[in-house]
Nanobody, 125 residues
Framework: QVTLVESGGDSVQPGGSLRLSCEAS????????MAWFRQTPTNEREGVAM????????WYGDPAKGRFTIAQNNAKNTLYLQMNRLKPEDTATYFC??????????????????WGQGIQVTVSS
């Protein structure tokens, strides 16, 4: 079993930055990938970014490319999402996820079987 706890959500103005964190505990050897997803106010779920636990390979969803950076500290079992140049459309509940992902479709939520409780990010002036 793996427990994921997100932190760092907040309300910011457009153009601002936030860093989300996700601390994992439990059997952290049971997954090979971690990712961030988000659920918008219209209940659309989007894959934001993922990272392989070994090797650190990353993949980004279109909304995140060029603005967000995913990173991990394996010694601390912590995942991060640095979000820059935030836009109102980034407003969502952000979820941390972990799983044993394959070689393709890396931001398909079906590949992740451990999920955090979610944390709110609001971008508004």
């Amino acid at each position: 079993q793996v427990t994921l706890v997100e932190s760092g959500g907040d309300s910011v103005q457009p153009g601002g930055s936030l860093r989300l964190s996700c601390e994992a505990s439990g059997n952290t050897y049971s997954y090979t990938c971690m990712a961030w997803f988000r659920q918008t106010p219209t209940n659309e779920r989007e894959g934001v970014a993922m990272i392989r636990s070994s090797g650190g390979g990353t993949w980004y969803g279109d909304p995140a490319k060029g603005r967000f950076t995913i990173a991990q500290n394996n010694a601390k079992n912590t995942l991060y999402l640095q979000m820059n140049r935030l836009k109102p459309e980034d407003t969502a509940t952000y979820f941390c996820a972990a799983g044993r992902c394959g070689d393709s479709d890396l931001l398909n939520s079906d590949q992740y079987n451990y999920w955090g409780q979610g944390i709110q990010v609001t971008v508004s002036s």
